[in-house]
Structures are given as structure tokens and as C-alpha cells.
């Protein structure tokens, strides 16, 4: 899927003139990215700062972008690169390429920078030699394991950037420990969180249950990790665990492309109890998180989610960059071994009614434009 080289293509081809460069470019590559900027972009814009978006196409499939947008009520991006999907160096090559181009154009001061996907390490890495500073918003997370290609772009990301937009309090002590200075750091909450607090009210859940043909009580399941799905042994033994779940409660799995072939060829086709979906949209999926009984997962974000719904969460992971979600009591980490006693654990305990953890209010993306717009104006003066 790879194009050869990057595309700076139709049909948002909008680059400002000179005098209106923007001050401001988010780069945003997939899905969850999407998720995370958007109340960023409202706050920027509630401050004025001029700012537009880049996407670079990382994710293209109108089921895991342009469903976002709308959703989200983002801005359309301003160049659209086209990059797609590849090998990890030819992906994050092809990245580079695009964004560099991109940045040319636009000529901003400043690039935001969302989680750890290629596109955030791409970007990370064309700034820096470019000497264009970068703000990574959900900076300090780790999960301390390196087989994760998003483990690595973490740390990438955060050696580089001239702002940390940390939205766990760990996440202090980690960037402290790889020598990030203090000044650097600012603790502003979690963005991905006000996106969930705003769609919340707005999914019709019956219609969803009624389209799906989903009983009232139900568990989500989602898996994309290369760790759960990209081995035939792997998948194997992901279906099998998913098997496990169905004979508990009834599963709805809106499936990630990443993972469809190699489930499928693992038998999850035939799992009757299964019910696999095509990925749905953010307030689609929001609303069937909150009404779900239970969630089993291997994504990070909806760790967070959970944990905010007061859903108990499974994730079928040997690690998490997201303890804080563990400790709160709503996330726990499983193996495909120990899946089915977590669920019946899980659907017997009273559910969480904690208030969250610190700043996950609704309010990080004002907290972090502010952070941005005292920047541009200490730092960067227009
Ligand atoms: C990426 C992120 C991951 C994030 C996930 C959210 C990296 C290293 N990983 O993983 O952190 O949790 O997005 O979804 O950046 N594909 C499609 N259509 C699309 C996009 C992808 O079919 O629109 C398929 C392709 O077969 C592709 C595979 O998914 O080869 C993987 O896509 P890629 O962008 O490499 O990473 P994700 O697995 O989506």
C-alpha cells in the first residue's frame, strides 16, 4: 500500500499565504491521533492561534479516519499525504518524506504531535533535524518493553520535544529519568478523555443493539496488536481466548483490519457467539463501550476509556503503558490463560465509581492550548 513517494494531494490543498502561515501544525496519522487533537484544536481556537492540520494517511480507510472527523467535528486537514500502510522503515520513511514536504509549505513554528504511532516518530524526527520545535501531546507513558514498536517511538518522540504534554502523573517521573528537564514538562491531563466526555450522551445505543443484535448484556472485544494477530499461533490463540469469553457473555468485535486476515484464517469466522463487526465510529463506539458489562482488549486507549465508563476492562496484553488504569481497579492485565477467570471475576464484582485520575476532567485541551499559546507568544513571536 506504500505509495513510492509521498503525495501532497487534493482535495484539501489549501496552503496559506505567507503572511498567514499557521503558527500551529498538528500532525495526525490514525485513528486514535484523531481522538486526542480534536480538543486541542478546539481550545487553540477558542485562543486564536492560527493552525491547521497535516494527515498524513497513515490510516485511510474511511471506517478508521474520515468517520473521526465528523464525529469529532475536526477541522479537514489541510494536506492530505497519502501515505498508507508498509513495512515499518518504508512506512516511516514515506512519513518523513511527506511531512518534510509539508512542513516546507506550510513553514510553521511550531509542529503538535500526537501518542506513538509512525507518523508521531516521523514527524518527531523531521522537526528535530529541521530544528522546528515540537510539542508530543501524551508524553511519559511507557510500557518498559521494547518489542512494542510504539514503546520506541515513545521514547523517540519524547528525547525531541521541546514541550511534554504528560496525561498520567507517572509519566512525570518517566520523562524525569530520561533526563527531560523539568521546564519542559507540563502535567495537563488527558485529551482522548475529553473527546469521550463530549460524544458520550450522543450514540443511540438501542439502535446500535438493535442493528447488531446485541441482548442488553454484552461484552466488546477489540484486538489490533501485532503481539495478538499478526502470528498464526498468536491468532490462534487470541480466537481461542475469544471463544473462552463467548461462553460466558455474548462478544461484539468491531474488527481493525490489521488483524482481520490472520483471525480469520484462525478460525474466528467460525466462532457462532462472536459477533464481528466492521470498525465503528467514535460515538458509535463510545456508546457501546458504556453500555458494555465488559471489555477485553489489547488497544491503550480504551483502557483509558474504561476506566472513565467504570467498565471493567481485560487487556490481553503482558504489560500496560497505562498502570494508572490498573490502579485505579477498573484494568486489568490478562493471558489468554487466564481470560476466562478474569470474566467471571470480572462479571461478578460491583463496578468502579471512582472519580478518575487526576486532570481526567474534560478539561485537558484547554489546559494543554494554553500551554501552547503562552509558548508562542514567550518564544515565538509573529
Ligand atoms: C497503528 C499504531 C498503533 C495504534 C493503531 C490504532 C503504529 C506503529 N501503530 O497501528 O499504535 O494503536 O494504529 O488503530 O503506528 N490498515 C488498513 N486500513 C487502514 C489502516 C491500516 O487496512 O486504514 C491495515 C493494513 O493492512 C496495515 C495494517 O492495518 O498494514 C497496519 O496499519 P499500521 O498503520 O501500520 O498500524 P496499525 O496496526 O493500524
Known sequence: MCKAGPVISEPHDRIPETDQRPQIVHIVGARPNFVKAAPVVRGLAELGVRQVLVHTGQHYDPALSEVFFTDLGLPQPTL???????????????????????????????LVLYGDINSTLAAALVAA????????????????????????????????????????????????????AAHKIHFVGNPMIDSLLTVRELGDLPALQARLSLPDRYAV?????????????AARSAVAALAGVSAEIPVVLPLHPRG?????????????????VEPLGYVEFAALLDGAALVVTDSGGIQEETTILGVPCLTLRPNTERPITITEGTNRLVTPETLGDAVRTALAADR?????????DGRAGQRIAKVLHRWLEEKAPT
Do not use: C
Open 80 to 110: 492530505f499525504l497519502g501515505v498508507g500502510s508498509g513495512a515499518h522503515a518504508q512506512q516511516t520513511a514515506a512519513l518523513m518524506l511527506g511531512i518534510d514536504q509539508a512542513v516546507t509549505a506550510l513553514k510553521p513554528e511550531l
Open 129 to 180: 533535524k529541521r530544528g522546528l520545535p515540537i510539542a508530543h501531546v501524551e508524553a511519559g507513558l511507557r510500557s518498559f518493553d521494547r518489542s512494542m514498536p510504539e514503546e520506541i517511538n515513545r521514547k523517540v518522540v519524547d528525547a525531541l520535544a521541546d514541550i511534554a504534554l504528560v496525561t498520567s502523573p507517572e509519566g512525570i517521573a518517566h520523562l524525569g529519568a530520561e533526563g527531560v
Open 221 to 233: 472485544a477489540t484486538l489490533h496488536r501485532p503481539s495478538n494477530v499478526d502470528s498464526p499461533e
Open 260 to 276: 482481520r486476515a490472520s483471525l480469520n484464517a484462525a478460525g474466528l469466522a467460525d466462532l457462532g457467539d462472536v459477533r464481528v
Open 352 to 360: 468502579y465509581t471512582g472519580e478518575g485520575p487526576p486532570l481526567w
